[in-house]
């Protein structure tokens, strides 16, 4: 009985905390301008741990809204739609064939948003035709970088630098960076999931609560029945030994009259 009154305390306790801790987990911007940040993303330094999930934080840098990734750095973040789960991203050094190359989202939550194809990172010492087209960001004085094909027979004077999947081949009409750093996530916490949320910790300590009530209520239901029937039972062996005594006491009457009649 104890454990179960502890139990329900702590159930509580929990459940209030909670509560309480919910309230911090608001939606924040890095300044105005720039996207909503809530669960599953998080401003680092900012919102507690439990407003997001591990590979989502966000930091404010300079007032502008960037997340890290280990194999390449920080990335600007141009917009979030949590209904599509898409997040679009900027490269500050303005090139997007520099993250394909470096990227990897195995050790993220996230992947690409677009249909992925692979291509291959030729290095050349020379320039090729204008059939290739050349990705200038990725060139220098010497070498020349070119994403083709893999089945792409490799041209004299040229190496394989990497074959990835990647959303698109270099053109000079889809230069712009932000076109190809769109990603998504999977479905998490709050976003049709089995991973519990603040807002499933607060039903499920409702739930406990319900059933641990509920528990008591059968016990003390079933202790007050044992107790009557205990009663009962006393009040029978009490009636019991009244007739008992009863029955000796008339006994004993008639014995004293049959001596007498003698």
Same mark, same amino acid.
């Given at each position: ?13 929990i ?17 105005? =301008? *720039?996207?909503?940040?809530?669960f599953?993303?998080q ?7 439990? @407003?997001?999930? #591990? ?39 303005? @090139? ?40 200038p960001?990725?060139? =220098?004085? =010497? ?5 083709? *094909?893999?089945?792409?027979?490799? #041209? ?5 630098v990497?074959?990835? #999947? ?5 053109? #000079? ?8 750093l769109?990603?998504t ?19 499920? @300590? ?33 009636? *019991? ?12 009457? @008639? ?8």
């Open positions: 009985m104890h454990a179960l009154i502890f139990f329900i305390l702590f159930s509580t306790a459940f209030l905390d909670t509560q309480a801790s919910t309230e911090n987990c608001t939606t924040t911007k890095c300044s105005h =301008g *720039e996207p909503d940040i809530r599953p993303f401003v680092r330094g900012r919102h507690p741990h439990h @407003c997001g999930l #591990p590979g989502f934080e966000i930091d404010c840098s300079n007032n502008a809204s960037t997340i890290h990734f280990r194999s390449y750095g920080e990335l600007g973040i141009k917009s979030i739609s949590y209904d599509a789960r898409r997040l679009d991203l900027l490269d500050p050094k303005g @090139c997007v064939h520099e993250v394909f190359l470096n990227l990897n989202l195995s050790l993220t939550p996230f992947r690409y948003y677009y249909v992925l194809k692979e291509y291959s990172y030729l290095n050349c010492s020379v320039t090729l035709s204008p059939s290739f087209s050349q990705v960001c990725l060139s =220098g004085s =010497g070498y020349h970088v070119y994403t083709v *094909e893999p089945s792409m027979a490799v #041209p004299n004077f040229c190496r394989v990497k074959t990835v #999947p990647i959303p698109f081949e270099y053109s #000079p009409y889809l230069s712009d960076n932000s076109f190809g769109g990603l996530w999977g479905s998490v916490g709050n976003q049709e999931t089995g991973c519990f949320t603040m807002a499933h910790v607060k039903v499920a @300590c409702i739930a406990i609560l319900i059933l641990v009530l509920a528990v008591l209520a059968r016990v003390s239901m079933h202790r007050s029945n044992k107790t009557q029937c205990r009663r009962e039972g006393d009040d029978r062996i009490q009636v *019991e030994k009244l007739l008992g005594d009863y029955k000796s006491l008339k006994l004993e009457r @008639c014995e004293i009259r049959q001596l007498y009649s003698v």
